[in-house]
């Protein structure tokens, strides 16, 4: 078993209320941009899978060639690399709701099965140095957009459950 676990285990929890936060996301405003200069919940969750996919199956390359990938996800998607790199062009894939949150733990799924054979000291060969400094900073990554979803939900004038 991996010293990972514990880490993982707070990273499926941020999934968890990720789901949550896209588990009734209206089809029609998932790719609405409540401001300009804000990204929609789609381009999040984009986001979101695209660094998982990056930094955990281009081990280092934070600018790989997607075709590269093992993992594979409409989702993993150069345009959702940084806010910078979008937000001058909004990006609306022909996805609804559920689409983007079973692609969104797919990709989890598939970034997991790969992690858990590490350790938590183990050399990383990127910016993150092991491989629990990665986990952890993807604990964080999740529970921020996830936060920000929520955000656009409520400039979007959408009721949610506790947030």
């Known amino acids: 078993m991996s010293n990972l676990a514990p880490l993982i285990a707070a990273w499926d929890e941020g999934h968890r209320e990720l789901a949550i ?8 405003d998932l790719w609405k941009r409540p401001n300009p200069k ?3 919940a789609g381009e999040l969750a984009g986001h979101i899978a695209y660094w998982q996919a990056v930094w955990v199956g281009a081990e280092g390359e934070d600018r790989p060639e997607l075709d590269s990938l ?3 996800s ?3 998607n150069h345009a959702f690399r940084y806010y910078t790199t979008n937000v001058e062009t909004a990006v609306a894939l022909n996805l609804s709701s559920q689409q983007v949150l079973e692609e969104l733990m797919r990709v989890h799924n598939e970034v997991k099965s790969v992690v858990q054979s590490k350790q938590i000291d ?7 140095r092991t491989w629990g400094n990665l986990v952890q900073y993807q604990v964080f990554h999740v529970a921020y957009h996830t936060g920000q979803i929520y955000s ?6 959408h009721a949610t459950e506790d947030n």
């Open 21 to 28: 936060s896209l588990s009734d996301f209206p089809d029609q």
């Open 38 to 40: 804000l990204l929609s």
């Open 152 to 157: 656009v939900r409520h400039l979007l004038g």
């Open 74 to 76: 409409p989702l993993i």
């Open 70 to 72: 093992s993992i594979k």
């Open 122 to 128: 183990e050399p990383y060969p990127g910016q993150w």
